[in-house]
């Protein structure tokens, strides 16, 4: 196997109470295959639920569902500077996210994109080299769908930006619908104080899913031109064909993330994309298991696999920048599973390595060179 990183930076974010939470450090060794703890992290977070690295490597933002505000209940966007060589994080910002559990963020260069789940909400946060800024940005959305239960207002999932970043998506799981926001020009590259200016699309609020779907995650073509959602309630990966010019969304196929006979209870979770081919990874709980599906370039789906995660509740996956690997984390095996991926099909390949790590809800990687 021909690797070009000898290895990453792991972070999963760990949402057990107490001290058993927070942030945990760890490395991939690309030659050996396996996944070594290096630090557990608390400062700074409360009950951390989702990370990401940024583009450049250079900082790290997480969404704590335990804001610091006991009245409103809001979550908080926790931004660290970190030191890639060495692994440490220094807390540069703690800022909230005007809204109750923030559950996502997605990045562009200068705004931080958070879900409320609870508050039905999307907020934008400007931020630098040196962490938040003022001037953050939200928006309720509106509206139900048909689960009695799940479904009765809006609850925001993701949020994140489309490729070239004119976009914001988010899909929301208790209306059914993608909201598109145009991002526009960022007035805080000249002003600082200026706030940022995100308005929903003109005419209908979004791109409707299939009723009752509960549209949770997003993923892009590599190429841009496809626009992929899991679905959390009734497990299905939908494709549609995306107009970069416009922000606009045609379906184009649905296909479902389990198999035919299956028959008990399960629900969508992540996806992500192979950077190499074709290949598209969602995540199922309950089934506990990796489903791989195939795409040409008219958004037809073939699902090619259903593969064992290593453990129950799959939450949180992803793939390492070059695409030899994916990470599962298993919340309720408290476990985070290595698999390696074929080059030649974009197969799974379970290594048997794996990390325990109490309920882990989320993984982002970074490459170490």
């Keep these: ?5 000898l290895g990453y930076w792991i972070l999963i974010v760990s949402f057990a109470k107490g001290s058993e939470g927070g942030l945990y450090l760890a490395q991939l060794d690309c030659k050996t295959q396996t996944i ?3 630090q557990h992290i608390t400062q700074g977070v409360n009950r951390p639920i ?3 690295f940024s583009a450049d490597g250079k900082q790290l933002f997480v969404v704590d569902n335990k804001g610091d505000d ?5 979550g908080a966007l926790a931004i660290y500077q970190f030191d890639r060589n060495t692994g440490k994080l220094t807390l540069q910002s703690r800022t909230s996210t005007l809204g109750r559990g923030p559950c996502y963020v997605g990045l562009t260069s200068k705004m931080a994109l958070i879900a409320n789940y609870s508050q039905g909400s999307v907020t934008a946060i400007a931020y630098d080299a040196s962490g938040a800024l003022d001037g953050a940005e939200t928006f309720a959305h509106t509206g139900s769908s048909l689960d009695p239960r799940r479904q009765k207002s809006p609850h925001p999932h993701s949020f994140v930006p489309s490729p070239d970043g004119r976009f914001g998506l988010s899909a929301d799981l208790g209306t059914d619908e993608i909201w598109v926001y145009p991002l526009g020009k960022n007035p805080l590259m000249d002003q600082v104080a200026s706030k940022i200016k995100i308005t929903p699309a003109p005419g209908t609020p979004g791109t409707p899913t299939s009723p009752g779907s509960g549209p949770r995650h997003i993923a892009f073509s590599n190429d841009g031109k496809l626009l992929f959602v899991v679905s959390e309630l009734d497990n299905m990966l939908a494709s549609f064909k995306w107009d970069q010019a416009s922000g606009q969304a045609t379906a184009a196929d649905v296909q479902s993330t389990l198999p035919k006979d299956f028959e008990g209870t399960s629900y969508g979770a992540d996806i992500h994309m192979n950077p190499n081919m074709p290949i598209i990874y969602t ?5 506990d298991s990796i489903a791989v599906f195939a795409h040409d370039d008219q958004g037809k789906l073939q699902r090619k696999a259903i593969v064992p995660s290593g453990g129950g509740h799959p939450r949180g996956v992803a793939i390492t920048n070059e695409g030899e690997f994916l990470l599962v984390a298993n919340r309720d095996a408290n476990n985070v599973v290595l698999f390696h991926i074929d080059s030649q099909t974009g197969m799974l390949i379970n290594t048997d390595k794996t990390l325990e790590v109490p309920m882990p809800m989320c993984i982002t990687t970074l490459p170490r060179h």
């Design 36 to 38: 070594s703890h290096v």
């Design 1 to 5: 196997m021909t690797v070009s990183a």
């Design 283 to 287: 995540s199922n709980r309950g089934l």
């Design 70 to 74: 006991p009245k409103t209940k809001f």
């Design 50 to 52: 989702f990370a990401r």
